[in-house]
């Protein structure tokens, strides 16, 4: 799908990880990318690395990831692609969790999904000439639909970001973009050859996942023809929740 080349795409948390994966994949195939990450030091070397624009920039911060997305509007005219990725997976017992850690974790995990599209659909609304093309993908997590004890926080936010790509999904139609979600099992994120049989036979695909498991999806979906998958959640997890 080369003719989508020039697409321009923004990647939250994008400096490291299933994020880091996915600026390098949409760079490899020619797209115009761009991506934040809190972590300035490892967003230079992504940066370097991949070719991508990099804004060192935490999602959490309202002000900072619109100015993210602004910047690129100025700079591009528009961005087509919106990839959600950024998230902390921090888990501790519920009685040992305060209620600013819970809130904590949502301003982190959800509520930039919220910011970020919202923001995108403001600038759409203004184009006299609407783009004809929009595609807005989420991390959500397996664990919207299994969870562990502990896992509070994390598992509602990504249940809201299960919720929130059906509504986005519906509300933005108008504009032209479909909203997804991709739920990875366990990727390994680093030192994947560190992983010992046991770790890959607990899989009925007998291995575990690589950030580029995820990352070729998110550019399957962002194919000129694939604009009738909306609203749908993808589980990446070679099956382990079939188990
Ligand atoms: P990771 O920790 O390896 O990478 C996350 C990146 O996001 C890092 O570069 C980090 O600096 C950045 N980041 C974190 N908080 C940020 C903030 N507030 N502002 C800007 N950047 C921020 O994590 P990962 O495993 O690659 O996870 C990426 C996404 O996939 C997350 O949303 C995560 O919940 C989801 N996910 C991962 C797995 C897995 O097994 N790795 C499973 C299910 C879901």
Redesign the pocket.
């Known amino acids: 799908n080369r003719a989508g080349h020039k697409r321009r795409v923004f990647v939250?948390?994008g400096?490291?990880?299933?994020?880091k994966a996915i600026v390098k994949a949409f760079s490899n195939e020619g797209y115009r990318v761009a991506f934040?990450?809190?972590?300035a030091e490892?967003g230079k070397e992504t940066s370097k690395e991949t070719g991508a624009l990099f804004f060192p920039?935490?999602?959490?911060d309202k002000e900072a990831l619109e100015s993210c997305l602004q910047q690129l509007f100025d700079r591009w005219g528009d961005v087509d692609i919106l990839i959600n990725?950024?998230?902390?997976?921090e888990f501790s017992p519920l009685t040992e969790t305060t209620v600013e850690e819970f809130d904590r974790i949502l301003s982190?995990?959800l509520r930039p999904v919220f910011v970020a599209s919202r923001y995108l659909a403001l600038h759409r609304k203004q184009q006299t000439f609407p783009n004809p093309y929009g595609r807005i993908i989420n991390?959500c997590?397996?664990r919207y639909l299994m969870s562990e004890a502990g896992t509070e926080g994390y598992s509602a936010s990504k249940g809201g970001i299960y919720s929130l790509t059906h509504a986005l999904a519906v509300s933005l139609a108008e504009w032209h973009i479909t909203v997804n979600s991709i739920s990875?099992g366990?990727?390994a994120?680093h030192d994947y050859d560190q992983l010992t049989s046991q770790d890959h036979l607990q899989h009925p695909s007998g291995r575990v996942g690589r950030?580029e498991d995820i990352a070729r999806m998110c550019v399957f979906l962002c194919q000129d023809g694939n604009d009738f998958i909306n609203g749908e959640n993808i589980v990446i997890d070679g099956g382990m929740t079939k188990k």
């Open positions: 939250t948390g400096a490291s990880g299933i994020g934040c990450d809190r972590d490892r920039a935490d999602v959490s990725n950024a998230g902390i997976s982190i995990n991390l997590s397996t990875p366990w990727i994120t950030p």
